[in-house]
């Protein structure tokens, strides 16, 4: 049965109305949050130890917490960008379906090499991992996409750290997504050891003094949002004050074309597994136009943050290959990063197929679609 619009018409309506209001109130938030920002812009060593007093009372806590650049700095790039190479790696995956002819997954890493102003051609490797047997069996069945996204996270940063030994510096390396991870269950014990893999990768970028970073294309954190909340007096708290502003909104009319914002050191009970060198900071980051701003988060750890001309260069590097993109400012080693890794529906059916013929070889018969899936597949029904 298709959609019923006769029926959605009215929640259109209801659901724009909501949204209006919904913007009006949070430009209210908005407005004293930015009061906030610059009445304690330079008030660094406080706010440090109110962040400290906060997660004594709160383990969990998250938020951003200040290094020593004032809470409303908007720092230019340097430009053109200094003479470097570029390694972007992105990732895509095949995950397990239960209800086809063979159970495998798929992690596929793209990565794009380049030397900006070198005059020397690009160069793209891929790189493709299949999961099968022990790969998908976990304490709670079935691999879930979860831990098949971790591994293809993995991957990507196991496959720069490598790459990275037989590079000479100044060396940028660039994934998309944040550094730090998220995917769940952490209890379960495969989580565990695929973690450890990345942070020993990320080990040896230290060891290399790799310039590594994570871009957070429009970002919906509220981490430096969470950091003013603790300004409020006791008396006058609620749970979350501010709750729906977004450091996107808070920065977009701090910083101008190509700036960045002060670095924040990240304050989560995940990101206490990056230790030492690895510490997890970020910065916000424009690179969009006076008439349209495009803001990004972007993820660094503390080895990055420690070397003045390491953040230069990296300011520089995301600002100008941002703009090598037009009207929708992204990276462009990463939109190529995301171009070689893709893989498409054809692909997973020539993978597929390339199975089941070796299984045949081998004198074992694939086994049958399940009865769902052929029913899903019927040529009379079509869906999402």
């Not at 973690?195 to 430096?224: C, E, H, M």
């Not at 920065?251 to 990056?274: I, N, Y």
Request: with cysteine; aromatic share 6%.
């Amino acid at each position: 049965m298709p959609v019923n619009f006769l029926e959605l018409k009215p929640q259109f309506k209801k659901l724009a109305e909501a949204a209006l209001e919904k913007e009006l109130y949070l430009g209210e938030k908005l407005n004293q949050c930015r009061s906030l920002l610059h009445q304690h812009a330079e008030d660094l060593p406080a706010l440090q130890k109110t962040v400290e007093d906060a997660v004594r009372q709160n383990k969990g806590l998250r938020c951003a917490v200040p290094v020593d650049e004032a809470l409303t700095a908007h720092l230019p790039a340097a430009l053109p960008s200094p003479v470097c190479t570029l390694l972007a790696a992105d990732g895509s995956q095949i995950n397990p379906d239960p209800h086809g002819e063979v159970l495998f997954g798929l992690v596929n890493v793209g990565v794009f090499r380049m030397q900006p102003g070198s005059g020397l051609a690009p160069n793209v490797l891929t790189f493709s991992n299949l999961l099968y047997d022990q790969d998908l069996e976990t304490a709670n069945g079935l691999a879930s996409e979860d831990l098949v996204a971790l591994i293809r996270d993995v991957r990507e940063r196991q496959i720069l750290s490598e790459l990275a030994k037989s590079e000479t510096a100044p060396l940028v390396t660039l994934t998309d997504g944040p550094l730090e991870l998220y995917h769940e269950p952490r209890q379960e014990k495969a989580f565990d050891i695929y973690f450890k893999k990345y942070l020993s990768a990320l080990d040896d970028l230290v060891l290399d003094q790799v310039i590594t970073a994570g871009y957070v294309d429009r970002p919906r954190a509220d981490l430096v949002v969470k950091l003013l909340e603790l300004l409020i007096p006791a008396d006058e708290i609620v749970k979350r004050p501010f709750l729906g502003v977004t450091d996107l909104a808070l920065f977009s009319t701090l910083l101008g074309p190509g700036e960045r914002s002060a670095v924040f050191k990240l304050q989560s009970s995940s990101a206490d597994a990056f230790e030492n060198k690895k510490a997890l900071h970020f910065f916000y980051l424009n690179v969009g136009s006076a008439e349209l701003p495009a803001l990004a988060r972007v993820e660094v750890p503390l080895w990055v943050v420690e070397d003045k001309a390491s953040m230069a260069l990296l300011h520089s590097v995301l600002v100008e290959q941002s703009s090598l993109a037009g009207s929708k400012p992204y990276p462009y080693p990463l939109i190529r990063a995301h171009e070689i890794a893709v893989v498409k529906m054809d692909d997973r059916q020539q993978v597929t197929e390339a199975i089941e013929l070796e299984l045949v070889a081998h004198g074992r018969q694939p086994a049958q679609k399940s009865n769902k899936q052929s029913h899903k597949e019927h040529t009379g029904r079509r869906r999402m």
